[in-house]
């Protein structure tokens, strides 16, 4: 994989979707297996490329000509939301989603929002160390999973 200063960030084509899908659906599977994804993974493919990335926000990290990263953000009542932030396994811990993550920190209004799974340990310290803080926790009722999930915030400031 080309080094970290190779990872260059654009806009989501839809011609990105496949790639889009292939990172999105390889990060779940392999660090969200107590997660199992509602939905096919051929209804995945279409809903990215049909719903998310037509309806803009999407933001791809590429590492040479492939791409290793997707984040999705929108906005909703005030509130920018981080949709979705998921890295091919091969690219975790290379400094990518941190750049992504600060990305979203300078083009957004705060305040920013997330969900994340409870059990997703690692996703939550990530967020933590980038200034999130957690404002609701809950059983996970409302969301597909049916996992207990946490709503973090973003607020500016150190």
Partial sequence: MPSLLDTRFRAATTSDAQAIADVYLAARKRFLP???????????????RTILVPAGGVTVAEAGSRIVGMMATSCAESVNWLDHLYLAPDAVGRGIGSRMLERAKGELSTPIRLYTFQANTAACRFYERHGFHPIAYSDGDSNEEKCPDVLYEWRGGA
């Fill in 34 to 48: 107590f997660a199992p994804l509602a939905h096919s993974d051929d209804d995945v493919r279409h809903w990215i």
